[in-house]
T-cell receptor, first 115, second 110 residues
Framework: DVKVTQSSRYLVKRTGEKVFLECVQD?????MFWYRQDPGLGLRLIYF???????EKGDIPEGYSVSREKKERFSLILESASTNQTSMYLC??????????????FGDGTRLSIL | TQLLEQSPQFLSIQEGENLTVYCNSS?????LQWYRQEPGEGPVLLVT?????EVKKLKRLTFQFGDARKDSSLHITAAQPGDTGLYLC??????????FGSGTKLNVKP
């Protein structure tokens, strides 16, 4: 079974802090994703990576950066946290496959509160 | 603006009723996936559809991909409390990056 592990279930930080969210997958997947989930907005893609050290911006990258130094680990960084970044953050991974048949496997999420 | 619009946003029904959830877009997708998410957990894939007009069944759940590959529906027959959750559709153009709908929150009352 694929396992995607996010380092924290709940996190409380202060405005202006630098925040690191960590995600590890154990199935040698090429693709990894960071989403944020807000009520009524579904999942919005922040960044994704299709290989080590490769990254692409998603739909809402402003205020975030990512790091993928090893295939199994994908980190999301909030450079200077702001209250509008309070949200549920979900990490996912998938194989690179033909015609989008490959499922995305999600972690259980990190609920981040910025005070 | 959401690329994929889901309706209804909320649905509360009695056990045994049937329901349909819709996922619509003006864009053509290469494939579309449906996920279910339960509280405190990440979404879990239910099905992937790739061919226009395709119909897939998963026990009491029937998924259909529109002929033009712009829309999809999820029909649940004889809903049970265990079907309660957030249902999300997600479409892709380029096979690796998916766009998610806003979700349908289903509550099935016993």
């Amino acid at each position: 079974d694929v396992k995607v592990t996010q380092s924290s279930r709940y996190l409380v930080k202060r405005t202006g802090e630098k925040v690191f969210l960590e995600c590890v997958q154990d199935m040698d997947h090429e693709n990894m994703f960071w989403y944020r989930q807000d009520p009524g907005l579904g999942l919005r893609l922040i960044y994704f990576s299709y290989d080590v050290k490769m990254k692409e911006k998603g739909d809402i990258p402003e205020g975030y950066s990512v790091s993928r130094e090893k295939k199994e680990r994908f980190s999301l960084i909030l450079e200077s946290a702001s209250t509008n970044q309070t949200s549920m953050y979900l990490c996912a991974s998938s194989l690179q496959g033909a015609r989008g048949r490959q499922p995305q496997h999600f972690g259980d999420g990190t609920r981040l509160s910025i005070l | 603006t959401q690329l994929l619009e889901q309706s209804p946003q909320f649905l509360s029904i009695q056990e045994g009723e049937n329901l349909t959830v819709y996922c619509n877009s003006s864009s053509v997708f290469s494939s579309l996936q449906w996920y279910r998410q339960e509280p405190g957990e990440g979404p879990v894939l239910l099905v992937t559809v790739v061919t226009g007009g395709e119909v897939k069944k998963l026990k009491r759940l029937t998924f259909q991909f529109g002929d033009a590959r712009k829309d999809s529906s999820l029909h649940i027959t004889a809903a049970q409390p265990g079907d309660t959750g957030l249902y999300l559709c997600a479409g892709t153009y380029n096979f690796n990056k998916f766009y998610f709908g806003s979700g349908t929150k289903l509550n099935v009352k016993p």
